[in-house]
């Protein structure tokens, strides 16, 4: 069965009643391993990380990332940690066994989706948190979707310089647009300030953005790029000849097997590219469940 039968064939698979990943209220919990910060300003002896001066040095508003549900370090034990943890999980071996014969670095991972609204930017934000609250591991953000800036604005960094104001010309230069936040090891690339017309990527761009970003993050380092809608940029189709791996988001109940056979289509190395139902529910019968002696 092909990558696009497989897609259509588990789409078609009855929903459940669970509730969408993001609307679980948070439960307390504190996993965060202690790390070696490098300062702002200063560069760390293993990091390919550019030096960003004050101004580009920011604050998470923890309070408000958890109120609208995302992963901060005190919620590190709920629901949502433990699906985000499951996605991590199922992705990681994919991807040792994609990178065999090549050299190692950070991780890149694309994030998209067939339509706008199916939950690519909220899962982009938190796969990062949950390497860079649980595995203490440092995370390089992109917002490549310069339509929506959903990654953006999540992060209060919606009005800040970023891709769309370097591209095409001046993709070498993104570093300038970087931003640090002073407590964690979170670089941030954001979207941009130019209107969306002036950032329609083309293949070269997209393979001199990755290798740029490459370059910015240090070898343990994950960059998590999320990507316009497949319907709305072809930065995606692009993309996945150049990320280790891409997620296509999946809107259970809203996106039609026929949209996502036609993205699909578009994808040329289709191998690189793992599904995420969202807002899906669990069989019942997996529900009622309950090991007895001798199973």
Known sequence: MSLIERAVH??????????????????????????????????????NTPVVPADRCIELDLKQLAASSHLVPRNLRSPL?????????????????????????PLVVAVTSTNPREGKSFLSLNLGFFYLFSEARP????????????????????????????VPEQLQQIGDCLLQTRREPLSILPAGKLPASAADWTRRDCQQMVSVARKMAPPDGVIIIDTAPLTALPTAHLLCDYVDRA???????????????????????QQAVRFVLNRASIASTAAEYRYKPGD
């Open 10 to 47: 588990e789409r078609r698979r009855p929903a459940t009643a669970t509730p969408a990943i993001g609307e679980r209220p948070p439960s307390v919990g504190n996993l965060i391993r202690p790390r070696v910060q490098t300062p702002p300003g200063q560069r760390s002896e293993i990091s």
């Open 81 to 105: 940690a433990r699906e985000i943890s499951a996605i991590k999980r199922a992705l990681e071996p994919s991807i040792t066994d994609a990178r065999e014969g090549r050299p190692e670095g």
């Open 139 to 166: 995370v390089l953000l992109v917002d490549m979707d310069t339509i929506a800036c959903g990654l953006s604005r999540s992060l209060g960094v919606a009005d800040r310089s970023g891709l769309a104001d370097r």
């Open 247 to 269: 997620l296509f988001v999946v809107g259970a109940g809203q996106t039609t097997p026929d949209q996502i056979a036609l993205a699909l289509a578009q994808i040329g190395n």
